[in-house]
């Protein structure tokens, strides 16, 4: 099986927005370890083209979302600069099925390694923690798809969003921070920061620690996305979103 070939089919509907069959109906002896090094080759490809790595996703977070893919463990996706959406405006030009989910993103200022990493150096590591969306989008018909699907099509990474200001690490509990998600004036979802693996710092070193098996690991400067602390919320052209975050303000995101 060629994975080259793969990551440029990936990659192809990834840019284009455009719906594919689930690569496991036509390669059903596809591995995870095969779809990660899938999705690593689609991100170097559009590195090779002048975008820039600049980060890391946690997917499947929740109970909820791993027993719907039938997983007892977190994905990971790479983030590129491309996908970070600078105003609060998104556009549906280019995604398939976008949904919005509520997260927190962490800021680092040092690297993390290893696989024996603790909450004290991730913390110790943290520059800041910020309020964020994520989009989501499976390229996958249906948005229906196999844990080695959804890996190979980067843990349906599309766009993010970063409230613009960042708080000390130290500065809440995050796992009792409290969200409400409106769509169009309307809740739609609420939700805690321990809807994230019971605590998000436990999101960075679950993510460090998966990253440490493959010989890979956190670079200064990075975001990591720690995952959805509600369910996704589909969106389409005029919808608005709202999310507030307790004590640290609001993020909204008009789709266009
Ligand atoms: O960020 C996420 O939790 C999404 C991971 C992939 C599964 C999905 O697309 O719902
Ligand atoms: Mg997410």
Known sequence: MDLE??????????????????????????????AYRIQALSVERSVAEGDRFVGWKMGLTSRAKQVSVGVDEPIYGRLLASMELRESLLSVGGLVHPRVEP????????GLHGE??????VWRATECVVPALEVIDSRYENFSFTLVDVVADNASSARF???????????????????VMRKNGEVVQTGAGAA???????????LTRMLAREGLGLEPGMVVLTGGITEAVPVQPGDAVEVSYEGLGSLELRVG
């Open 5 to 34: 070939s793969l990551a440029r089919r990936v990659s192809e509907h990834q840019r284009k927005g455009l719906a594919m069959k689930k690569l496991t109906l036509e390669y059903p002896e596809l591995t995870v370890e095969q």
């Open 103 to 110: 997260e927190l993103a962490f800021v680092l200022k040092e």
């Open 116 to 121: 024996s990493v603790t909450p004290r150096e």
């Open 161 to 179: 969003y970063l409230g613009e200001q960042g708080f000390s690490p130290y500065g809440a509990r995050w796992d009792e921070v409290g969200v």
């Open 196 to 206: 994230v693996l019971g605590h998000p710092v436990r999101s960075v070193m679950m």
